[in-house]
């Protein structure tokens, strides 16, 4: 049984360059969230995807962040031009809708982002 | 707005004392309630859910019920171990078009032996 899988797991970059991390969501999970989480914070919701369709964003994402679906499978998450206070641990969960039963997520193990 | 309010931690315990992680929401309609567990150097992982009011979720014996009197959702195991030691997350989803949850600040759990 494979779960959720991000990639990388780490990443440190400089102050104004930009970064892309991936999600691989379970197999035949329709959504796909993204979540951010700062220390000692829970994770807050940053935008989610249904299929292909990306039908939520939160207002935390600002014009830097951009997230994609292409095909209904995997995910990319893109910070352009990072900032400090974008280090963070970012979340990736799927989950697979069903009528009549709550969206239970599962959660991958995060992408660790350190902005120098 | 929605929100959850966990119960701040640390909360440090004795091997086979009891437990409760006490945890109150704020949403519109009718949420599903979560309690995820985070182990130290791992994702999270789901606990235990439940959807309605009264109802009661449980796994692993820790047990939470569903109070809409209350707005409560309160984490509670009868003899915790030490590998219980995590942090404990609440959160809701309020569903009927958005499905993101909300979660709270979470509560870390130290067992000590």
């Known amino acids: 049984d494979t779960g959720v899988s991000q990639d990388p797991r780490h990443k440190i970059t400089k102050r104004g360059q930009n970064v892309t991390f991936r999600c691989d969501p379970i197999s035949e999970h329709n959504r796909l969230y993204w979540y951010r989480q700062t220390l000692g914070q829970g994770p807050e919701f940053l935008t989610y995807f249904q299929n292909e369709a990306q039908l939520e964003k939160s207002r935390l994402l600002s014009d830097r962040f951009s997230a994609e679906r292409p095909k209904g499978s995997f995910s990319t998450l893109e910070i352009q031009r990072t900032e400090q206070g974008d280090s963070a641990m970012y979340l990736c969960?799927?989950?697979?809708?069903?009528?009549?039963?709550?969206?239970?997520?599962?959660f991958g193990p995060g992408t660790r982002l350190t902005v120098l | 707005g929605n929100s959850v309010t966990q119960m701040e931690g640390p909360v440090t315990l004795s091997e086979e004392a009891f437990l409760t992680i006490n945890c109150t929401y704020t949403a519109t309609g009718y949420p599903s309630l979560f309690w995820y567990v985070q182990y130290p150097g791992e994702g999270l992982q789901l606990l235990l859910k439940a959807t309605k009011a009264d109802d009661k979720g449980s796994n692993k014996g820790f047990e939470a019920t569903y109070r809409k009197e209350t707005t409560s959702f309160h984490l509670e195991k009868g003899s915790v171990q030490v590998s219980d030691s995590a942090v404990y997350f609440c959160?809701?989803?309020?569903?009927?078009?958005?499905?993101?949850?909300?979660f709270g600040t979470g509560t870390r759990l130290k067992v000590l032996a």
């Open positions: 959160a809701l989803c309020r569903g009927s078009g958005t499905y993101k949850y909300i």
């Open positions: 969960a799927s989950s697979l809708s069903l009528a009549g039963d709550p969206d239970t997520q599962y």
